[in-house]
T-cell receptor
């Protein structure tokens, strides 16, 4: 079993809809949780960084962490075609572990 | 700020040759750099962690004699794939951090290098 599980998608949504992404994990030692956006053939770009359970909001992005359920989420409001990318969750207890990434397609 | 560059962005080589990939932090000093490999539709897999002035720490299953890492300055790390074979074809991505040896600090990623071995 992988330490970090993430549905690879693709997830297709119409422009303006809310994109909902999530990851589950098995290692209870993970304390730091991140979401990265990766465009095709480019390196990942950090979107959100959270520590411990709770919500964090930054513009159109909201990250949620539920450590009791070992579940993290990323929500993108008012999605735009430019949000089309692969979104990777990552978490760390000393070494960064990535999910496989979910491909998101926002259609005009 | 926090820009990381990689060179080359794409390289095609013949089997048996060696390829060097450079990773540079352009506007900050990177105490620690990380090298990842990513296969299509798969996650980033950490290959090694490199602290400036020290030998790199390789992940289990990564051959240190095949993937030579040098981190001689605070702004430059290099990955050399020696005697490359077609199975080494992949997307290689570096990242840089300002904290020594810690991956919990923010990592800034380079744009990646696509290696194709014929």
């Amino acid at each position: 079993q992988k330490e970090v599980e993430q549905d690879p998608g693709p997830l297709s949504v119409p422009e303006g809809a809310i994109v909902s992404l999530n990851c589950t994990y098995s290692n209870s030692a993970f304390q730091y949780f991140m979401w990265y956006r990766q465009y095709s053939r480019k390196g990942p770009e950090l979107l959100m960084y959270t520590y411990s359970s709770g919500n964090k909001e930054d513009g159109r992005f909201t990250a949620q962490v539920d450590k009791s359920s070992k579940y993290i989420s990323l929500f993108i409001r008012d999605s735009q075609p430019s949000d089309s990318a692969t979104y990777l969750c990552a978490m760390s207890a000393g070494k960064l572990q990535f999910g496989a990434g979910t491909q998101v397609v926002v259609t005009p | 700020g926090a820009v990381v560059s990689q060179h080359p962005s794409r390289v095609i080589c013949k089997s048996g040759t060696s390829v060097k990939i450079e990773c540079r932090s352009l506007d900050f000093q990177a105490t620690t750099m990380f090298w990842y490999r990513q296969f299509p539709k798969q996650s980033l897999m950490l290959m090694a962690t490199s602290n400036e002035g020290s030998k790199a720490t390789y992940e289990q299953g990564v051959e240190k004699d095949k993937f030579l890492i040098n981190h001689a300055s605070l702004t430059l790390s290099t990955l050399t794939v020696t005697s490359a074979h077609p199975e080494d074809s992949s997307f290689y991505i570096c990242s840089a951090s300002t904290r020594r040896g810690s991956s919990t600090d923010t990592q800034y990623f380079g744009p990646g290098t696509r290696l194709t071995v014929l």
